[in-house]
Structures are given as structure tokens and as C-alpha cells.
């Protein structure tokens, strides 16, 4: 909290009947709070954002995986087209001389 800030509220603290040093201490408590939150909060952030990059490495890794499985799948199902299409173009040939 900026000086300005705590003379504002040390002021009026004083306003509502607490004395200089009591305005004072509250104040300065006050500060105190605000900045640690403050570094609770870069904390949590912090911490959340580390997880969220995990999150996605871990997804981008399976993503690679089922796309690799399935152009693996996409591969033997082509290969099994081109088999049967020559087999029938061997028996066609065969009743055919």
C-alpha cells in the first residue's frame, strides 16, 4: 500500500476515535495483510499455472500417441484394401485366360 494510502487511513482511523498510535499499528497490520496476500496469491497463481502446463503437456503427449495410432490404423486398413482389390484382380484374371 502506498504511503499516501496509509496516511489516508491512519487519518481516518483518528477520525473514528482510535488514537495516533492505535491508527497507526492498524495501519501499518493493514499493509502488512495486503502484501502478504499479495505473495499468496503470485504463490497460488504460480503454482495453478505450473499445473495447467503439465495438464497440457500430458494431453499434447496423448494427442501425438492416438493420432500416431491412428495413422497406423488408417496405414493397415489402405494395405488391406490394396490386398483385397489385387486378390479379386487375380481371381478376375484367372476365370478370364
Known amino acids: 500500500m502506498p504511503i499516501t494510502e496509509e496516511l489516508k ?4 482511523f483518528e477520525s473514528v476515535g482510535f488514537t495516533h ?3 497507526e499499528a ?6 502488512q495483510a495486503q502484501a502478504s496476500g499479495q505473495e499468496s496469491l503470485k504463490e497460488f497463481i504460480r503454482i495453478e499455472m505450473k499445473g495447467l502446463r503439465d495438464e497440457i503437456n500430458a494431453s499434447e503427449l496423448r494427442i501425438k500417441a492416438d493420432l500416431a495410432n491412428s495413422q497406423k490404423d488408417l496405414l493397415i486398413k489402405i494395405f488391406g484394401i ?9 481371381t478376375i484374371l484367372k476365370l478370364f485366360p
Open 82 to 90: 490394396i490386398v483385397g482389390t489385387v486378390g479379386i484382380a487375380v
Open 21 to 23: 498510535q492505535q491508527a
Open 9 to 12: 487511513n491512519v487519518k481516518k
Open 26 to 31: 492498524l495501519a501499518e497490520t493493514i499493509e
